[in-house]
């Protein structure tokens, strides 16, 4: 399994952005998928994870302010980032199964 993560850049407090990844080779339907993201400094942690019965998981940190979400008829999820902080700041990478993409920087400007 192939990923491209996009949407990455750099945001105002407050701001949005919305991640997608695509999934090339595999049977996406049947992954588990979640996006990851890694501070400076700081370990990897778990932003949000749907499995393939669409369970749905957050990082007590997103705090009602991100939504994952799938579609399975593209291969591709998404991460819609809402009132993002500074402390958002990472780089977030898109994993399905066991494979991991390469990763997308989101900077949020004070």
């Known amino acids: 399994v192939q990923l491209q993560a996009s949407g990455g850049g750099l945001v105002q407090v407050g701001g949005s952005l919305r991640l997608s990844c695509v999934a090339s080779g595999g049977t996406f339907s049947s992954y588990g998928l979640g996006w990851y993201r890694q501070a400076p400094g700081k370990q990897i942690e778990l932003v949000a994870s749907?499995?393939?019965?669409?369970?749905?998981k957050y990082g007590d940190f997103v705090k009602g302010r991100f939504t994952i979400s799938r579609d399975n008829a593209k291969n591709t999820m998404f991460l819609q980032m809402d009132s993002l902080e500074p402390e958002d700041t990472a780089v977030y990478y898109c994993v399905v199964a066991t494979f991991w993409g390469r990763g997308t920087q989101v900077t949020v400007s004070s």
């Open positions: 749907i499995s393939s019965a669409e369970i749905i």
